[in-house]
């Protein structure tokens, strides 16, 4: 079992950069594959970016070139640098990942982009 906890994000102008972090308890995050979400109500959960057990990472198209997954496996914790921050990437940020078969995400971290 591994729980999942959740800072920073807020409010930013277009243009702009944030940090959202989550911290893993219970479990490496180097021994994890883990993911970043990211919701706006009323649609689907959209997936942004990975970053295995292995270093590997990918992303989706919307936010390659902007966003950098990475983890400190020292604070055990994974990190979204964004930058380039648009107004739609305004939403609820999730961190995710699967351990023997079950998802655990995160409480979910508002990011605001302003224009």
């Known amino acids: 079992q591994v729980q999942l906890v959740q800072s920073g994000g807020g409010l930013v102008q277009s243009g702009g950069s944030l940090r959202v972090s989550c911290t893993a308890f219970g479990s490496d995050v180097g021994s994890l594959d883990m993911d970043w979400y990211r919701e706006v109500p009323g649609t689907f959960r959209e997936f942004l970016a990975r970053i295995r057990s292995d270093g590997t990472t990918n992303y989706a198209d919307s936010v390659k070139g902007r966003f950098t997954i990475s983890r400190d496996n020292a604070k055990n914790t994974m990190y979204l640098q964004m930058d380039s921050l648009r107004p739609e990437d305004t939403g609820f940020y999730y961190c995710?990942?699967?351990?023997?078969?079950?998802?655990?995400w995160g409480q979910g971290t508002q990011v605001t982009v302003s224009s």
């Open positions: 995710r990942t699967v351990l023997e078969h079950v998802s655990y």
